[in-house]
């Protein structure tokens, strides 16, 4: 149930490490672990199965299906027909999103996306949730909700590593941050702590 922070300039290498983590690149060297276990070899859809999951930067809403579309196409491949119905009707309820689960996606609010993109990623009930820079691009009421989301996230004990540029958003709902700078961690610990370390402030916030 802990909400980590990667923070870096662009090319520091937190896309990487995301990648690395999913599976979607192999690492050069070290391991990948989960639960104790070595995951390094393992495809993503394994990794799924064992409580990984993804919310990339892009919208991947599928913007010509409904709302509960979006979840039944994620929720056939790993739940047979009864826990599919049962699962989808939870997080329609959960996530407020049962009034416009007919809505096709592409007519959502921004928020509604977010929320379904969160849904969506919850079918599997994960254990670990890597949300890839969640606040780019969004209204201030937007960047709310999902602050407020991450924090249920953690309530529901789902560890959460989230990447951003948005410093003031993401310190709010981090307990750890990390910073990166080509590849190396320069600092570690709880928000205020690593935003006045003088090597961050050099090498990523900047003197002013």
């Not at 495809?43 to 990984?52: E, F, K, M, N, Y």
């Not at 969004?138 to 529901?156: C, G, M, Q």
């Amino acid at each position: 149930g802990e909400v980590v922070g990667l923070l870096g300039p662009n090319g520091a290498g937190k896309t990487t490490i995301f990648r690395i983590v999913l599976g979607l690149t192999a690492p050069n060297r070290g391991v990948v672990r989960f639960d104790g276990k070595d995951i390094t070899v393992f495809p993503v859809h394994l990794r799924a199965r064992l409580g990984l999951t993804y919310l990339p930067q892009e919208p991947s809403v599928f913007r010509r299906l409904s709302v509960e579309d979006n979840l039944k196409l994620v929720a056939e491949f790993y739940l047979n027909e009864s826990a599919q119905r049962s699962r989808i009707e939870a997080l329609l309820e959960e996530f407020d999103l049962k009034d416009v689960k007919r809505q096709l996606a592409d007519e959502l609010s921004g928020g509604e996306k977010r929320r379904l993109e969160l849904a969506r990623m919850l079918i599997l009930q994960p254990k670990i949730a890597l949300l890839d820079e969640p606040f780019s691009g969004i209204d201030p009421l937007t960047v709310k909700e999902i602050k407020r989301l991450i924090k249920d996230l953690k309530k529901r004990d789902i560890g959460v590593m989230v990447t951003d540029h948005n410093v003031r958003e993401i310190a709010e709902v981090v307990d750890r941050l990390y910073v990166i700078h080509k590849g190396d961690i320069i600092a570690e610990g709880e928000s205020r702590e690593v935003l006045n370390d003088p090597v961050v402030i050099k090498h990523y916030l900047g003197e002013d």
